[in-house]
Each structure stands twice: as structure tokens, then as C-alpha cells.
């Protein structure tokens, strides 16, 4: 059982590239979120789908777009990165709304924009 | 403005030690989450709960409704038990998973 899976596991892009984080899960989950984490600070939400075509902006969506064409993936795109958006990405999954159900949460990404 | 506070940001304790980890809110919720993430990064989920206390092993996670305040304890502490222990409550609004964490507690159980 695979779970959430995050690809890649690390990423360098210069200021201005544009890239994807891949995001699946195989849990048959409704709900997908993609957080940021940095040193000092909690987790934070970028992007979050409650299901297959439906998404909507977390605490800090600037630079970031999503989409949901099917349950399973989550991609999370950065269309011109910045060095603010050097970070630690998680993706997550839940079969309900998360705020009363279990995350399940990928490995990470950790990004790096010089 | 800080919704979720823990304590202590860094712990250090010795293998076989009680640890207690804290979390108080300032929000309303439905429910809390305990949350563990390793050395290595990837972050797993400990509990989930709105009242009580649950157990899973040598982990009791308790919380107090009234209070707005939840304890994260581990018996016959372990040194595979360092990590980063983070709590995480529902915030303000009704958007879906605007869940807020706390920067997290690190824990280091030595030998």
C-alpha cells in the first residue's frame, strides 16, 4: 500500500523556472492539500481539493496553482519561482474533511529556488 | 498572533523517561491532531481527537475541552522516539482543512 507519494524528493530551480510537484495517493481519498513548511514556523496551507474538479486557496496560495482532474493526483505547480518559495512541500490526503479525520502525508519535497 | 502554542520547543530527556509534551489553543475546534515527523522528514499521524484521551502503545494523548489545552505523554521514553512532535487544531472560518499547527516540539531521547 503505497499511500501519499511525492515526487521528487529534492529540487533546485533558479528564480524565474516554472516546475511541477507531483502529488498521488491510493487511498480513494477526497481530500488533498499541499502544505509549506519553514524553519520556525508551522505548516501551512497552500492549495487544498475536497474532490475531483474542485479546489480552493489555503493561507498562502501566491505562486502556487492546482488542479484535481482525478481522486488520485494533486500536482502542485510554482509557475516562476522565488527564493521566498525555498521549502520543505508536503502533500496530504484525508477520507474526510481533515479537520476530523487522519492525514495521511507524503514524504516531502524540498525545494531550493537560487 | 500565535493560535497554537507548544511547549517545550526542545526537550531532552533519558531513554525510559516520562516525557509530556503540550499544546494550548485559542480557537474553537472540532478536533486536534497529534502529529510525529522523523529525522528524515516524513511526518505521520499520531491521533486525532475532540474529547479525552486515547492510548496507542506507549503514547496517551489527552485533551481538555474547557481548557483548550492538550498533553502529548510518552512512558518508558525510547531513543527511536526523537523527533518533532506537532499539534494542529482546526482555525477560524468554515474553509475546508484550514487546519493550524504549532511550530512543533523537538524531542531527543538519549541513550
Known amino acids: 500500500n503505497a499511500g501519499v507519494t511525492q515526487t521528487p524528493k529534492f529540487q533546485v530551480l533558479k528564480t524565474g523556472q516554472s516546475m511541477t510537484l507531483q502529488c498521488a495517493q491510493d487511498?480513494?481519498?477526497?481530500?488533498m492539500s499541499w502544505y509549506r513548511q519553514d524553519p520556525g514556523m508551522g505548516l501551512r496551507l497552500i492549495h487544498y481539493s475536497v474532490g475531483a474538479g474542485i479546489t480552493d486557496q489555503g493561507e498562502v496560495p501566491n505562486g502556487y496553482n492546482v488542479s484535481r482532474s482525478t481522486t488520485e493526483d494533486f500536482p502542485l505547480r510554482l509557475l516562476s519561482a522565488a527564493p521566498s518559495q525555498t521549502s520543505v512541500y508536503f502533500c496530504?490526503?484525508?477520507?474526510?474533511?481533515?479537520?476530523?479525520?487522519?492525514?495521511?502525508f507524503g514524504n516531502g519535497t524540498r525545494l531550493t529556488v537560487t | 498572533k500565535n493560535e497554537v502554542e507548544q511547549s517545550p520547543q526542545n526537550l531532552t530527556a533519558q531513554e525510559g523517561e516520562f516525557i509530556t509534551i503540550n499544546c494550548s489553543y485559542s480557537v474553537g475546534i472540532s478536533a486536534l491532531h497529534w502529529l510525529q515527523q522523523h529525522p528524515g522528514g516524513g511526518i505521520v499521524s499520531l491521533f486525532m481527537?475532540?474529547?479525552g484521551k486515547k492510548k496507542h502503545g506507549r503514547l496517551i494523548a489527552t485533551i481538555n475541552i474547557q481548557e483548550k489545552h492538550s498533553s502529548l505523554h510518552i512512558t518508558a521514553s525510547h531513543p527511536r522516539d526523537s523527533a518533532v512532535y506537532i499539534c494542529a487544531v482546526k482555525g477560524y472560518g468554515g474553509s475546508q482543512g484550514n487546519l493550524i499547527f504549532g511550530k512543533g516540539t523537538k524531542l531527543s531521547v538519549k541513550p
Open positions: 496530504a490526503s484525508s477520507d474526510r474533511d481533515p479537520r476530523n479525520s487522519p492525514l495521511h
Open positions: 481527537l475532540s474529547s
Open positions: 487511498m480513494n481519498h477526497e481530500y
